[in-house]
Structure formats: structure tokens, C-alpha cells
């Protein structure tokens, strides 16, 4: 069974700073891995995926994640935070043939004038 | 335009009475699901259909029945509601791999 762990359920960063949410995954097949953000009151938004290929993906709003095979991890980052990008974070994991997405516990990005 | 839609956007409701929250996708998906946010914004998933035919059943309580009348749509009918099941419920469907969501339900049980 495929599972995924955010690091840090908070994470606070200062307007301009680096955006850098941690995501590590456990799955005994290729993985494909996502970024959703949820803005308060709303539904999830796809930010971000990696299926196969590049391993350097590139989403909407500026950020960008790394598939690293040898650390398990999908770590999302954007080099310039936007007090727009305040919201919460989620990593999922699937893998083909399972229908079933895992989302991690999600983590909330703060950003301080 | 919206993708996936669902309806209402808020249901109040008292223990025990029996409500259903509809949900419509306009994006020619063959597989929808159903998803349950908890209040420290944890994500479920609870059922999923695929062309009208139910292939993920997560321990769901009984009392919850997912219902498929065509694949452009998935319904979800709460039975017997329960303080328990107050969440926000999202509803989402796929074709391939990246899943679209709607905008969730807010139910609250009194």
C-alpha cells in the first residue's frame, strides 16, 4: 500500500523568502506524485504532478517540485513566497492500476508580511 | 463552465434525519469519488465509481450510499446522520491520472 508523510503540519515563511514543503513517500511500485493547495473554503486545486520523465516538474503560481527516487521524497518549492500563497498543502501518492489517491495530512504555509 | 460541481455548498441537519449531497461533472471523466475532509483537514477517501460501477468501497458506515445514475454523476445519501459525520465532503473525478475536485460540501450534524 502506497503512503505519503508531510513534514511539519505548520510551516511560516516571510514575503520574498524560499517556500520549501516537505513530502516523503512510501510505495513498492513507480509512483505518481501530486501537489494539491487548498485555499480556505475552497476545494483542492492541482498544483503540480509527476507520472514518468522529467523528474523536475513544474506547476502553476511558480512552484516547482523534485521526484527523488532515492529518497523516497517530492519536496515542493518556490523561490519567491506571495502572501497569495498562504494556504494548505497536499502531497498524494498513486500508483497505475489503483484508482485510490493517498493524501498526506497536509500542511498549512503562512506567509509573514 | 465549472468541471465538477456539487450541491448544496452548506447542509445544516439534526441527528438522525437522512440528507444526500449531489455532485456533476461536465469533463467526460469515467471515474468519480468521493472524499471526506475532517475537521484537522484529514482526506478520505470513501468511495469511487468508475462508468457507473462501484470499485473502491473504503470502511465506510453502512448508513453512507454512494449512488451512480450515470457517469457524469455521483450522489452521496446519508442515512440515520450521526454527530460523527460532520465534515466537508468532496466529490472529484479522474479520467487518467490527476484527479479534479469540486468545491465540498460543508454538512454539520446538530
Known amino acids: 500500500a502506497q503512503s505519503v508523510t508531510q513534514l511539519g503540519s505548520h510551516v511560516s515563511v516571510s514575503e520574498g523568502a524560499l517556500v520549501l514543503l516537505r513530502c516523503n513517500y512510501s510505495s513498492s511500485v513507480p509512483p505518481y506524485l501530486f501537489w494539491y493547495v487548498q485555499y480556505p473554503n475552497q476545494g483542492l486545486q492541482l498544483l503540480l504532478k509527476?507520472?514518468?520523465?522529467?523528474?523536475l516538474v513544474k506547476g502553476i503560481n511558480g512552484f516547482e517540485a523534485e521526484f527523488k527516487k532515492s529518497e523516497t521524497s517530492f519536496h515542493l518549492t518556490k523561490p519567491s513566497a506571495h502572501m497569495s500563497d498562504a494556504a494548505e498543502y497536499f502531497c498524494a501518492v498513486k500508483v497505475w492500476g489503483n484508482e485510490k489517491l493517498t493524501f498526506g495530512t497536509g500542511t498549512r504555509l503562512t506567509i509573514i508580511p | 463552465d465549472t468541471a465538477v460541481s456539487q450541491t448544496p455548498k452548506y447542509l445544516v441537519t439534526q441527528m438522525g434525519n437522512d440528507k444526500s449531497i449531489k455532485c456533476e461533472q461536465n469533463l467526460g471523466h469515467d471515474t468519480m469519488y468521493w472524499y471526506k475532509q475532517d475537521s484537522k483537514k484529514f482526506l478520505k477517501i470513501m468511495f469511487s465509481y468508475n462508468n457507473k460501477e462501484l470499485i473502491i468501497n473504503e470502511t465506510v458506515p453502512n448508513r453512507f450510499s454512494p449512488k451512480s445514475p450515470d457517469k457524469a454523476h455521483l450522489n452521496l445519501h446519508i442515512n440515520s446522520l450521526e454527530l460523527g459525520d460532520s465534515a466537508v465532503y468532496f466529490c472529484?473525478?479522474?479520467?487518467?491520472?490527476?484527479?479534479?475536485f469540486g468545491p465540498g460540501t460543508r454538512l454539520t450534524v446538530t
Open positions: 472529484a473525478s479522474s479520467q487518467e491520472r490527476e484527479q479534479y
Open positions: 509527476y507520472t514518468t520523465g522529467a523528474t
